[in-house]
């Protein structure tokens, strides 16, 4: 089952621009996690950020988590063509196993 | 890092038939590995939770005699898809998890004709 939304689905900027990505959840989370996935290949790991942060930043990524909302985002700064991928966001409840359920996914896409 | 291997990355089989698809942790032992599916521009659904020693724990919806999961090692989980149909035409992506982290393997397309 799908945890929850992402929007926009489809994001398309020039490069230098930023890219704002967010997500929205429904249960309660242990962490929260921001994947990349480049057209019909595995997901590459980007940032965890866990339950009692608010906010997190790894090179030109800023995660903000708002647990009240049950909302998160994915800012990326001076974007590159090379960012285009698509975007997922996933939860792990901490209490089932392990396991992630991933959000619907933003497909973004930085023109040179 | 952690890596997971995948393989294959691609395969093509004739309707009818069976496909097995590999997930091994080269540098770590993972107790729990996941097996995910993705149909095009969708997200990643879970399809079932493997543990090594024990039966795999599938998610609703998800037929166990179809997709047979096997996880005999600490280093190796495989997901056979039987009687393969076109509808089970997607991307199937394995994770393993090692202290809470998450490591995927780089996909398998599978395309049944």
């Known amino acids: 089952s799908q945890q929850g939304e992402e929007d926009p689905q489809a994001l398309s900027i020039q490069e230098g621009e930023n890219a704002t990505m967010n997500c929205s959840y429904k249960t309660s989370i242990n962490n929260l996690q921001w994947y990349r996935q480049n057209s019909g290949r595995g997901l590459v790991h980007l940032i965890l950020i866990r339950s009692n942060e608010r906010e997190k930043h790894s090179g030109r990524l800023r995660v903000t988590l708002d647990t009240s909302k049950k909302s998160s985002s994915l800012l990326i700064t001076a974007s590159r063509a090379a960012d285009t991928a698509s975007y997922f966001c996933?939860?792990?409840?901490?209490?089932?196993?392990?396991?992630?359920?991933f959000g619907q996914g933003t497909e973004l896409s930085v023109k040179p | 890092g952690a890596v997971v291997s995948q393989h294959p990355s691609w395969v093509i089989c004739k309707s009818g038939t069976s496909v097995k698809i590999e997930c091994r942790s080269l540098d770590f032992q993972a107790t729990t590995m996941f097996w995910y599916r993705q149909f095009p521009k969708q997200s990643l659904m879970l399809m079932a939770t493997s543990n090594e020693g024990s039966k795999a724990t599938y998610e609703q919806g998800v037929e166990k005699d179809k997709f047979l999961i096997n996880h005999a090692s600490l280093t190796l989980s495989t997901l056979t898809v039987t009687s393969a149909h076109p509808e089970d035409s997607s991307f199937y992506i394995c994770?393993?998890?090692?202290?809470?982290?998450?490591?995927f393997g780089s996909g398998t397309r599978l395309t049944v004709v």
């Open positions: 994770s393993a998890s090692l202290w809470g982290g998450y490591t």
């Open positions: 996933a939860t792990d409840a901490g209490n089932q196993g392990g396991k992630l359920i």
